[in-house]
């Protein structure tokens, strides 16, 4: 994969998370939705971390899908944990050197045994002596945050953070910055969108896709390296991009099959690359439909349902009731419908998503556009090929 860094972006973030910039809300929040495998983790960490280091800045990185078995809870403390024992592994030392069991950092009595590992301090205590220690800010970058809202320990955990924010921040100093990254805009939203939310009040914003200037870079790449494609069209280059889903994995992996020697390629590669973006649009969706026709009738009428209705879906309420018989052709209890629910988040992989709360979700959000395309187009829902016995019920 090619390196290309968004300096210019990096710098706009740090400065609005650093609370200079004249208007926005970041230096309370940065909430960044953007779709799957179009590069914000690759921001996050090959971008916006070392900028906000080079600022000055101590930064905690955790991602909370790196290991989807352990609690979202655990895996915020471990991280901070990390960076705290180089920070306080020298005071460890020397106090245990001088016999002592306890103590005392930025005002509070630390075990020496535990430091480091965050256990018997708050998350509050533990961001406070990071930055008492390091004697800088510290922003704490939790890629995937909307995962948090998965446990019990992940929702106490970001409503730590909201608290632990207001505690380390006065105004005109930003001790803390908090940075939650989503690849579900409408599942980060459910960190601020309600009175009950951890950070009710703040916004989520779209990060911006990757776009002609990327796309200026890549030609460039390939000019220099086949001065034979001279001058690359770089408006059908952009336009196949965007069939990708603008996710540059997919996009260069398509460019590097349609310039190899064993492609054998006559004529211009541009148009090439569009086509492999149609193949590839039509594998996706080819892929949901497979998903779907797959299921049983209830479960079909269920993910219908929350397809349909998205942030506004209620599973059991008398409406989703008349839905799931409407569809099935007979009567779908609430305990029917949960078992519905409980078998498309135990599939593999997962189509819907449940919080701690009870609520639920769409696993891929791209799923909700496929079936946005078909609605419109007077398609949905998706017919089994001739021949197929529909799915029996248990």
């Given at each position: 994969?090619?390196?290309?860094?968004?300096?210019?972006?990096?710098?706009?973030?740090?400065?609005?998370?650093?609370?200079?910039?004249?208007?926005?809300?970041a230096h309370n929040g940065l909430f960044l939705a953007?779709?799957?495998?179009?590069?914000?983790?690759?921001?996050?960490?090959?971008?916006?971390?070392?900028?906000?280091?080079?600022?000055?800045?101590?930064?905690?990185?955790?991602?909370?899908?790196?290991?989807?078995?352990?609690?979202?809870?655990?895996?915020?403390?471990?991280?901070?944990?990390?960076?705290?024992?180089?920070?306080?592994?020298?005071?460890?030392?020397?106090?245990?050197?001088?016999?002592?069991?306890?103590?005392?950092?930025?005002?509070?009595?630390?075990?020496?045994?535990?430091?480091?590992?965050?256990?018997?301090?708050?998350?509050?205590?533990?961001?406070?002596?990071?930055?008492?220690?390091?004697?800088?800010?510290?922003?704490?970058?939790?890629?995937?945050?909307?995962?948090?809202?998965?446990?019990?320990?992940?929702?106490?955990?970001?409503?730590?953070?909201?608290?632990?924010?207001?505690?380390?921040?006065?105004?005109?100093?930003?001790?803390?910055?908090?940075?939650?990254?989503?690849?579900?805009?409408?599942?980060?939203?459910?960190?601020?969108?309600?009175?009950?939310?951890?950070?009710?009040?703040?916004?989520?914003?779209?990060?911006?896709?990757?776009?002609?200037?990327?796309?200026?870079?890549?030609?460039?790449?390939?000019?220099?390296?086949?001065?034979?494609?001279?001058?690359?069209?770089?408006?059908?280059?952009?336009?196949?991009?965007?069939?990708?889903?603008?996710?540059?994995?997919?996009?260069?992996?398509?460019?590097?099959?349609?310039?190899?020697p064993l492609a054998a390629l006559t004529g211009r590669?541009?148009?090439?690359?569009?086509?492999?973006?149609?193949?590839?649009?039509?594998?996706?969706?080819?892929?949901?439909?497979?998903?779907?026709?797959?299921?049983?009738?209830?479960?079909?009428?269920?993910?219908?349902?929350?397809?349909?209705?998205?942030?506004?879906?209620?599973?059991?309420?008398?409406?989703?009731?008349?839905?799931?018989?409407?569809?099935?052709?007979?009567?779908?209890?609430?305990?029917?419908a949960q078992k519905a629910l409980e078998a498309l988040?135990?599939?593999?992989?997962?189509?819907?998503?449940?919080?701690?709360?009870?609520?639920?979700?769409?696993?891929?959000?791209?799923?909700?556009?496929?079936?946005?395309?078909?609605?419109?187009?007077?398609?949905?829902?998706?017919?089994?090929?001739?021949?197929?016995?529909?799915?029996?019920?248990?």
């Open positions: 994969m090619i390196a290309f860094p968004r300096t210019a972006l990096a710098q706009e973030l740090v400065i609005a998370l650093q609370g200079k910039a004249l208007l926005g809300d953007a779709p799957r495998r179009t590069g914000k983790s690759t921001f996050l960490q090959g971008d916006l971390r070392p900028a906000l280091q080079a600022a000055g800045v101590v930064v905690v990185y955790v991602d909370l899908w790196a290991d989807a078995r352990r609690d979202p809870g655990g895996l915020i403390a471990e991280a901070i944990a990390r960076d705290l024992q180089p920070q306080l592994g020298l005071v460890a030392r020397t106090a245990r050197k001088a016999g002592l069991d306890k103590v005392k950092l930025g005002g509070l009595e630390v075990d020496t045994s535990k430091i480091g590992k965050v256990d018997g301090l708050t998350l509050t205590e533990a961001l406070r002596l990071l930055h008492e220690s390091a004697g800088q800010p510290v922003a704490l970058i939790i890629d995937e945050a909307q995962h948090a809202l998965t446990s019990e320990a992940g929702e106490a955990a970001m409503t730590a953070l909201k608290s632990a924010r207001d505690q380390l921040n006065q105004p005109g100093t930003v001790n803390l910055m908090l940075v939650m990254s989503g690849s579900d805009r409408d599942k980060l939203l459910r960190l601020v969108n309600t009175a009950g939310a951890p950070f009710y009040g703040s916004q989520v914003q779209r990060m911006p896709p990757l776009g002609p200037d990327f796309i200026a870079h890549v030609s460039a790449l390939v000019e220099a390296q086949r001065p034979d494609l001279q001058p690359v069209d770089q408006a059908t280059l952009q336009q196949a991009f965007e069939m990708f889903g603008s996710r540059p994995q997919f996009f260069m992996a398509a460019l590097g099959q349609v310039l190899s590669f541009e148009p090439a690359m569009r086509e492999a973006a149609q193949e590839q649009q039509a594998q996706d969706e080819a892929q949901m439909e497979s998903d779907y026709l797959g299921l049983k009738p209830t479960e079909q009428a269920v993910l219908w349902r929350l397809l349909a209705q998205g942030s506004r879906y209620r599973p059991y309420d008398a409406d989703a009731l008349r839905f799931y018989r409407d569809k099935t052709g007979h009567p779908v209890s609430p305990a029917q988040r135990q599939r593999m992989p997962a189509l819907v998503w449940k919080s701690a709360r009870g609520e639920y979700a769409l696993q891929d959000a791209a799923m909700h556009r496929w079936f946005e395309t078909l609605a419109a187009a007077d398609r949905w829902p998706p017919a089994a090929p001739q021949g197929l016995l529909p799915f029996d019920e248990d």
